[in-house]
T-cell receptor, first 117, second 115 residues
Framework: DADVTQTPRNRITKTGKRIMLECSQT?????MYWYRQDPGLGLRLIYY???????NKGEISDGYSVSRQAQAKFSLSLESAIPNQTALYFC????????????????FGPGTRLTVL | DQQVKQNSPSLSVQEGRISILNCDYT??????FLWYKKYPAEGPTFLIS?????DKNEDGRFTVFLNKSAKHLSLHIVPSQPGDSAVYFC??????????????FGKGTKLSVKP
């Protein structure tokens, strides 16, 4: 089973609709991240969370919100989707496992391809 | 202002030869560097990393070299195999302040290894 899972894998929606992307992890990491990838632009950070009570904006947070429901779950919402939010969205995790040392190496989910018409 | 730059969008190499992917950075506070590989329709997968206290790290066919004075790192793949064909992302992090542990990614280099 995959350590980082994302649902849905593909989604087509219309402008103005609310949509939620979900991420779950079984790695036991404390940190979780949401990125989007656009052609030619690499990976850009939307939001990140270092623990359940800690949520931080990334480089491109406008138009997005997040919820850290538990250590293992981190969801990304588009309150009113617009066409320029069409992109690949990736969730990632990193950090401590239990009492172990922290690590900056991030582990990614398989991605969600979102199309906003 | 790009802090991590991969100036070659694509690279084509013959099977069995060496692939060299390059990455430059501007932030002198970066102290940890990573390479990720990404196949189509999959998430990026961690490949190899290097701390700023080292200048070389090797893992099988993959070696990362770090030149701090030039703010440059490179990934060498020897020998290259067709299965190495993917997009490679360089990333860097700096353990300071509130952004501790966040990664800054380059735009990627698409490697094609031809049989």
């Amino acid at each position: 089973d995959a350590d980082v899972t994302q649902t849905p894998r593909n989604r087509i929606t219309k402008t103005g609709k609310r949509i939620m992307l979900e991420c779950s992890q079984t790695k036991g990491h404390d940190r979780m991240y949401w990125y989007r990838q656009d052609p030619g632009l690499g990976l850009r950070l939307i939001y990140y969370s270092f623990d359940v009570k800690d949520i931080n904006k990334g480089e491109i947070s406008d138009g997005y919100s997040v919820s850290r429901q538990a250590q293992a779950k981190f969801s990304l919402s588009l309150e009113s989707a617009i066409p320029n939010q069409t992109a690949l969205y990736f969730c990632a995790t990193s950090g401590r496992v239990g009492a172990g040392p922290s690590t900056d190496t991030q582990y990614f989910g398989p991605g969600t391809r979102l199309t906003v018409l | 202002d790009q802090q991590v730059k991969q100036n070659s969008p694509s690279l084509s190499v013959q099977e069995g030869r060496i692939s060299i992917l390059n990455c430059d950075y501007t932030n002198s506070m970066f102290d940890y560097f990573l390479w990720y590989k990404k196949y189509p329709a999959e998430g990026p997968t961690f490949l190899i990393s290097i701390s700023s206290i080292k200048d070389k790290n090797e893992d099988g066919r993959f070696t990362v070299f770090l030149n701090k004075s030039a703010k440059h790192l490179s990934l060498h793949i020897v020998p290259s195999q067709p299965g190495d064909s993917a997009v490679y992302f360089c990333a860097a992090s700096a353990n300071y302040g509130g952004s501790q542990g966040n990664l800054i990614f380059g735009k990627g280099t698409k490697l094609s290894v031809k049989p």
